[in-house]
């Protein structure tokens, strides 16, 4: 790959390649790198992983469905349900959203009277 060369900046010529300005794909958040860490019980990886492709407008639909079968294995997990009800409340499903926020909260009051 050749090298681009922007104009000079005070006598000084930057070179750079198109590699450099693309963001590594790493840096892209992925369904499966989201579910791979949910699977691995990776819980607070994959809510970054999902809250950020909610963030970019992305698999919204999937990010709830996902997210359901998620509060199905771990019931107790008041941070999932947080996050369903953050997708419900963007995808526009308020009741959905609300019912989520709730378990949530009763999650949280649970561990607070243990």
Same mark, same amino acid.
């Given at each position: 790959?050749?090298? =681009?060369?922007?104009?000079?900046? +005070?006598?000084?010529? @930057?070179?750079?390649?198109?590699?450099?300005?693309? *963001?590594?794909?790493?840096? @892209?958040? +992925? =369904?499966?790198?989201?579910?791979?860490? #949910?699977?691995?019980?990776?819980?607070?990886?994959? =809510?970054?992983? $999902?809250?950020?492709?909610?963030? %970019?407008?992305?698999?919204?639909?999937?990010?709830? &469905?996902? =997210?359901?079968?998620?509060?199905?294995? $771990?019931?107790?997990?008041? +941070? #999932?349900?947080?996050? %369903?009800?953050?997708? $419900?409340? &963007?995808?526009?499903?308020? *009741?959905?959203? %609300?019912?989520? $926020?709730?378990?949530? @909260?009763?999650? %949280?009051?649970?561990?607070? +009277?243990?």
């Amino acid at each position: 790959m050749q090298p =681009l060369r922007q104009p000079a900046i +005070s006598g000084v010529i @930057i070179e750079h390649t198109e590699q450099q300005t693309l *963001p590594s794909k790493m840096q @892209i958040p +992925s =369904l499966t790198k989201a579910r791979t860490a #949910l699977q691995q019980g990776k819980i607070q990886e994959a =809510l970054e992983t $999902y809250r950020a492709l909610l963030h %970019l407008g992305r698999f919204e639909g999937k990010v709830i &469905q996902d =997210l359901n079968r998620a509060v199905d294995c $771990y019931p107790m997990e008041a +941070s #999932l349900w947080q996050a %369903l009800g953050e997708a $419900y409340n &963007q995808a526009g499903q308020l *009741p959905q959203a %609300l019912e989520a $926020y709730s378990k949530a @909260i009763e999650n %949280l009051n649970r561990i607070k +009277s243990a």
